[in-house]
């Protein structure tokens, strides 16, 4: 794959992303496309004009970058849009068949929502700082007996990292498994199961077996077994102590295992509650992952803008202690960017239920309408140079003239991430923290090449130099 060069912009060089294509790729090169590496196979249109459309393998598409348009298939007619099927294909890797929050729909997503949005609220995510500033402590004392010079793989650190928090957050019990075995489980699961399989493109049933999936057999048998355990141990602990699940509120497996829709008093089923643990583990740490590991690359590129980073971070009491994040507004405003750039969910996908009308052109119903926030963050209409690393377009004073529309690392209207307030606070958090203590350093002759594997990610891993300051 063509990867755009690295050139001199003043003191930072160009972030690596794939060449846009001049011309739409044929089926095969589509197939082998989103195979490979599906970042790789939008067009120079798909940057340039509001809305693209085509009809592919996929069937007729709409690539809609249009913030007002946006704001219309996501929040206006949001109703007229439901979750395409290859997204969910791919989503639902497990095939015991249930639907998470994630993957839901209509009732059965609403009913899924109201029962773990308590988990969620400010307040909620306020409660969880303590509990995220061990995660800090517990990097910094993983790090120290590290030799200055030593490389790390710091898209697996950061991985760790953030399974650390969830553990310790919306998991208090634990995963039942040791973090590190968890953690590399979860990388292979998702090198494999994160690609668009061909088979899935052309819709052929599950039973027939995709190359590359029985390789990762022991992984998904090791989650399996994690969940299965998790579960049953906590059911058996919930039957055998009355009244727990009231002080174990901020527990994700309580709230799953007690959520009663309130007009049929029903539960959630197995399969629904096994598919959320699996989502909940998956999209809670594996996207901060990749905003951290993308932050600590992205400042590494720019020597001049981390020394003003590291500066804030000197000056203000440490992010570990701090009463709150507020004044650490460089260490977020490289975060938002490195979403930008590099947004870990880079590609969101609806199908029209009825026919449409979205930026003046005619949608048929069941076309596939994609918002690729990596499409929309790097559009040419609505950015200034936009695949130039400039964390200053999110300082406050500018960050407010950015359309909501126009940015979305966490999607938007009803969709819209549920674990986005506790993303921001883990990562400004830990960022902050790491920040204070140690530098990481670009490996000498390695090229980074993002990817997008359910999650936009490095490939092969991020190797850095590590050193204290
Ligand atoms: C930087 C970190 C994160 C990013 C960039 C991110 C991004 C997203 C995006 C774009 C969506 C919407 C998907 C769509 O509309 O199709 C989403 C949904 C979701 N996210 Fe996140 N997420 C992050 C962190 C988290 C965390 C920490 C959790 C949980 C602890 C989480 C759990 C979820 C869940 C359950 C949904 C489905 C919500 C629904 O459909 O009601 N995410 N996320």
């Known amino acids: 794959m063509t990867l ?178 968890f953690a590399r489980a979860m990388a292979d699961y998702f090198d494999v199961i994160g690609r668009v399989h061909p088979l899935d493109v052309l819709g052929a049933p599950k039973w027939i077996p995709r190359v590359g999936r029985p390789q990762i057999r022991r992984s998904q048998g090791f989650f399996e077994a994690a969940v299965e355990d998790l579960v049953s141990s906590r059911r058996a602990w919930l039957a055998t102590h009355e009244g727990a699940a009231e002080t174990t509120g901020l527990d994700l497996l309580t709230r799953l295992l007690t959520a009663r829709d309130p007009q049929t008093g029903a539960g959630l089923g197995e399969a629904e509650i096994r598919a959320n643990v699996l989502t909940f583990i998956g999209a809670g740490h594996e996207t901060t992952a990749n905003a951290l590991t993308w932050s600590l690359y992205l400042l590494a590129l720019d020597p001049d803008w981390r020394a003003q980073v590291e500066a804030e971070v000197d000056d203000l009491p440490s992010a570990a202690e701090a009463a709150s994040l507020e004044p650490f507004v460089k260490v977020r405003a490289t975060l ?96 902050a923290t790491i920040l204070r203590h140690y530098r990481l350093d670009l490996m000498p002759g390695h090229r980074v090449e993002p990817v997008q594997r359910i999650t936009l990610r490095p490939r092969g891993g991020m190797p850095m130099l590590i050193q204290r300051r």
């Open 4 to 181: 755009e060069a690295p050139m001199d912009q003043g003191s930072c060089p160009r972030p690596p992303a794939p060449l846009p294509r001049e011309r739409p790729l044929n089926p095969l090169e589509l197939l082998h496309g989103l195979w490979t590496n599906p970042l790789a196979t939008y067009t120079r249109r798909a940057f340039e004009e509001p809305v693209v459309l085509s009809k592919s393998l996929l069937g007729e598409l709409a690539v809609v970058s249009d913030p007002t348009a946006i704001r219309h298939v996501m929040v206006d007619n949001a109703a007229n849009y439901r979750k395409d099927e290859l997204q969910r294909r791919v989503l639902q890797a497990s095939d015991e068949g249930g639907n998470s929050l994630l993957t839901a729909e209509g009732d059965d997503w609403r009913q899924q929502r109201r029962a773990l949005a308590a988990l969620f609220t400010p307040r909620a995510v306020a409660e969880f700082l303590p509990a995220m500033r061990q995660s800090a402590r517990w990097i910094l004392d993983r790090w120290a007996p590290l030799r200055p010079g030593r490389r790390v793989d710091v898209a697996a650190e950061m991985s760790q990292l953030t399974l650390d928090v969830l553990t310790r957050t919306i998991f208090p019990s634990g995963l039942g498994r040791d973090p590190v075995d």
């Open 336 to 431: 938002e960017e490195a979403l930008r750039l590099y947004p870990p969910a880079a590609s969101l996908s609806r199908a029209a239920i009825r026919p449409d009308v979205v930026a003046g052109k005619r949608i048929a119903a069941g076309t596939v309408v994609i918002v690729a926030p990596y499409v929309v963050h790097r559009h040419q209409r609505l950015w200034d140079h936009p695949d130039r690393f400039d964390p200053r377009r999110f300082m406050p004073g500018r960050r407010e003239t950015i359309d909501r529309f126009a940015y979305l690392p966490f999607g938007a209207g009803p969709r819209v991430c549920i674990g986005m307030g506790f993303a921001m606070q883990e990562a400004v958090l830990l960022l």
